[in-house]
């Protein structure tokens, strides 16, 4: 018995004596007994038994850790686990760097809009200086359809229909809007 006078959780579960040496008693203490049943329900006590004792002894508190994580996710979730859970973190991550994007891009703009505004244009222009202007933001830039111009992203990624498919946003590149025009 892991150290005190009533079997473990697994022991008490599976109606049978706790013996000195069980391999459960430490990581499955008696006053939490939905701990053990989880893990079993999930992974079956002979399963969990064979991992743990192929295990060195200093790692067994980790293993159990993570058999309990995992058991739980697979409760929630019975198709993924927590593998869903971790795809969803993966697409909150990925929209809240898409909403970073947006928001350093309107910053941007509006940065090259107070400059060209400060700036008094020249008379003469030459041909490239022409062209070059058509890169800068205007004054009747609309700024409402910034989102327009970063939607390729967002409207393409969908990481929750099917979260063992790892989708990519494209965010390798790093893409700035100077006014209308968007560049990679």
Same mark, same amino acid.
Request: aromatic letters at 6%.
């Given at each position: #018995?892991g150290?005190?006078? @009533?079997?473990?959780? @697994?022991?008490?579960?599976?109606?049978?004596?706790?013996? /000195?040496?069980c391999?459960f008693?430490?990581?499955?203490?008696?006053?939490?007994?939905? /701990?053990?049943?989880?893990?079993?329900?999930?992974?079956?006590?002979?399963n969990?038994?064979?991992m743990?004792?192929?295990l060195?002894?200093?790692?067994r508190a980790?293993a159990?850790? @993570?058999?309990?994580?995992?058991?739980?996710?697979? #409760?929630?979730d019975p198709?993924?686990?927590c593998?869903g859970?971790i795809?969803?973190l993966?697409?909150?991550?990925?929209?809240?760097? #898409?909403? &970073?994007?947006?928001?350093?891009?309107?910053?941007?703009?509006?940065?090259m809009q107070q400059?060209?505004?400060?700036? %008094?244009? %020249?008379?003469? &222009?030459?041909l490239?200086?022409?062209?070059?202007?058509?890169?800068?933001?205007?004054?009747?830039?609309?700024?409402?359809?910034?989102?327009?111009? &970063?939607?390729f992203?967002?409207?393409?990624?969908?990481?929750m229909?099917? %979260?063992l498919?790892?989708?990519? &946003?494209g965010?390798d /590149?790093?893409?700035?809007?100077?006014g209308?025009?968007?560049?990679a």
């Open positions: #018995m150290g005190g006078s @009533s079997p473990c959780a @697994s022991c008490k579960l599976l109606r049978r004596r706790c013996a /000195k040496d391999v008693a430490p990581y499955f203490p008696p006053d939490d007994p939905h /701990k053990f049943a989880i893990v079993h329900k999930v992974f079956g006590a002979s969990v038994s064979k743990l004792q192929e060195p002894v200093q790692q980790d159990v850790s @993570s058999l309990v994580y995992e058991a739980n996710a697979r #409760m929630r198709v993924y686990g593998v859970a795809s969803y993966q697409n909150q991550v990925s929209q809240l760097q #898409m909403q &970073l994007a947006v928001a350093q891009a309107e910053i941007l703009c509006i940065q400059e060209q505004q400060q700036q %008094p244009a %020249p008379n003469n &222009l030459a490239e200086d022409e062209k070059s202007l058509n890169l800068l933001p205007t004054n009747n830039f609309n700024y409402n359809n910034l989102q327009h111009y &970063l939607s992203a967002s409207s393409s990624t969908n990481v229909q099917d %979260p498919k790892r989708e990519s &946003l965010l /590149k790093t893409f700035v809007i100077i209308p025009t968007l560049l």
